[in-house]
């Protein structure tokens, strides 16, 4: 169905007509009619020219051109009807680290060694394709904490998102609390009947302002819950890396990450490999939601690039007929 988002805009439908009939009116009384520019007052004159009681041919391109604008102006779209979205009820922040050790190729993925970062951005966006009516956030955090994408439904940007996260692109130590500060601000006020944060660390608090646990006990007063996860393998780094002459989860505090889910009322867990990995998103996943249908979503698809092309068309056949009559 076509539907106009300004339909008041077809009361200018006649304007040409009464602009002219104005000008007439005042040219009789006056002896001098409106000063309009000449290609104007030329149009004007082809839609209807003085004693004449019918519209000349040459007015119907005027015309369309006329309607054809004031269509695009209109905000033209076509409803393809509605559809009801499930909503979860539920408002999640991933905060990833990115610190300089999860450049540590410790884990498997594909069957290649890979990075810490490139193994939890692969599980990561598999579990933001799968969440269905959730609004999740990013933060990224290294020295310190910034949001990457805010609450949403795309979970297509948020995967994007993701995939764009580097290493040291937030500074190379490891700023837990400012992150778990930071997500509580988000999710504070937030409407959603459940909120969580999901918080993933390779190493032990060394940067930002805040301690973790103040943290989490901040979140706690505002409702927000928070689920750690501790990542670090135990196995040595692929050859070359001198990271394989100590223990890859040296760095890793579990106590601190384990002290903090349970301040806030989360689930601590330990994820050694990819596989533990996708283990611990599938547990997050199974949280517990409070469906709800969402407001009917109106699909629109947008024609005022169709009416202005065109409209575009119309004036480009009426300019070239002059040259075409002069060369014929």
């Not at 004693?51 to 054809?68: Q, S």
């Not at 799968?130 to 990457?148: K, N, Q, V, Y």
């Not at 750690?228 to 100590?246: H, K, M, P, V, W």
């Not at 009322?265 to 533990?276: I, L, N, P, V």
């Amino acid at each position: 169905m076509l539907s106009f988002a300004w339909p008041w805009i077809g009361l200018l439908l006649p304007l040409p007509w009464i602009v002219m009939r104005f000008d007439r009116w005042r040219s009789r009384g006056s002896g001098t009619g409106l000063p309009l520019p000449p290609h104007i007052a030329e149009a004007l004159q082809t839609l209807a020219p003085a004693g004449a009681r019918t519209w000349r041919r040459d007015a119907l391109p005027v015309w369309c051109a006329w309607i054809l604008f004031l269509a695009a102006l209109a905000q033209p779209s076509w409803i393809d009807g509605s559809e009801i979205r499930q909503a979860s009820g539920r408002a999640l922040v991933l905060a990833i680290d990115l610190s300089g050790s999860m450049e540590r190729q410790d884990f498997v993925l594909d069957g290649a060694r890979v990075d810490r970062l490139s193994a939890v951005k692969s599980v990561a966006m598999d579990f933001v394709s799968r969440r269905s009516g959730d609004r999740i956030g990013l933060i990224l955090f290294g020295d310190e904490a910034f949001t990457a994408s805010p609450l949403t439904f795309d979970t297509a940007a948020l995967a994007h998102a993701i995939a764009e996260a580097g290493i040291g692109m937030a500074g190379r130590t490891t700023a837990i609390g400012d992150a778990l500060g930071l997500a509580t601000i988000k999710l504070r006020e937030d409407p959603a009947e459940q909120r969580a944060i999901v918080l993933l660390s390779d190493g032990t608090n060394n940067s930002g302002e805040s301690e973790p646990e103040d943290a989490a006990r901040l979140a706690r007063e505002f409702g927000v819950r928070i689920h750690t996860i501790a990542l670090g393998s135990t196995i040595a780094a692929s050859e070359g890396d001198t990271t394989n002459r100590i223990d890859p989860s040296a760095d890793l505090d579990e106590a601190t990450l384990e002290e903090v889910a349970r301040i806030a009322d989360g689930r601590f867990f330990r994820a050694s490999t990819t596989e533990d990995l996708m283990a611990v998103y599938r547990e997050i996943a199974t949280l517990e939601s409070a469906p709800s249908d969402a407001p009917p979503v109106v699909l629109r698809r947008d024609l005022r690039n169709v009416f202005l092309i065109v409209l575009l068309g119309v004036l480009a056949v009426q300019a070239a007929v002059p040259f075409f009559r002069e060369a014929s």
